[in-house]
């Protein structure tokens, strides 16, 4: 068909439903590109950025880690909260004490107790190799009573080196001498977790507790002091360990 000298070409009906279609779909296949960052600059979602449940997973975890975190924290200040005190009431009479080595007030202690008539035989636990009686005179500033009391009702121990090597040491002490109770005697930071031991290695025993204070435990104002706050985390630690160990 010939308009004003130009050529027009006719297109038919179908045609131009074909037409339609293959514009149609490469316009949607355009849109698709685009919205899916494939465009410079543009990053694709789902691929790089974690998706809403990973990052809710990521908020459970760092709350339940804070949780956790504080109830450590409020644990260990009612640890150091309850540890024993000195009592003023008048001690119960045992048939022994049992001494647990680490320092020279727990040794004081125990044979002024001895020699008080708290009990009549103590078991100091965990004594180092080539210590002796003789070398106990020399480094405790003992009276004649209690150099007698230690030589003639107290017996020393070299086996046990921790907590529960004192417990099973004692018991069978306490067995061979025909006992039926007994006083510990160690620091009031130790106390907690000397009591859970002993009760769990000698159940049919009836135990008593005589804390001793270190002139260096300093319970006021102990989140100040680095090397108190060691010793207390390490300890309260230990006690946790010995709760779920029991």
């Not at 950025?49 to 109830?71: H, K, T």
């Not at 907690?192 to 002993?198: G, K, N, S």
């Amino acid at each position: 068909m010939q308009i004003k000298g130009q050529a027009v070409r006719l297109i038919m009906p179908g045609r131009l439903e074909e037409m339609g279609k293959w514009s149609h779909g490469t316009m949607a296949t355009n849109k698709e590109q685009t919205s899916g960052g494939m465009m410079p600059g543009k990053d694709r979602p789902g691929k790089d950025r974690p998706g809403p449940d990973l990052s809710r997973s990521l908020r459970y975890v760092v709350i339940y880690l804070c949780l956790a975190v504080a109830m450590l924290l409020s644990g260990l200040q009612h640890f150091v909260l309850t540890l024993p005190s000195a009592s003023g009431k008048q001690l119960q009479y045992t048939d022994g004490i049992v001494v647990m080595t680490g320092g020279q007030q727990r040794l004081d202690d125990g044979l002024q107790l001895l020699t008080d008539g708290i009990a009549g035989k103590m078991l100091i636990s965990g004594v180092g190799d080539g210590v002796s009686r003789a070398v106990l005179v020399q480094q405790l500033d003992l009276d004649e009573r209690e150099i007698n009391a230690l030589f003639c009702c107290v017996e020393l121990d070299f086996v046990a080196k921790d907590t529960r090597g004192n417990a099973r040491v004692a018991r069978r002490w306490a067995i061979d001498n025909n006992m039926r109770s007994l006083r510990l005697v160690t620091a009031n930071y130790h106390m907690p977790r000397a009591l859970l031991v002993f009760a769990n290695e000698m159940p049919e025993f009836n135990l008593y507790q005589y804390p001793v204070y270190p002139d260096d435990l300093r319970i006021d104002g102990w989140w100040h002091d680095r090397a108190m706050l060691r010793l207390l985390i390490r300890e309260y630690a230990k006690y946790l360990a010995e709760t779920v160990r029991i």
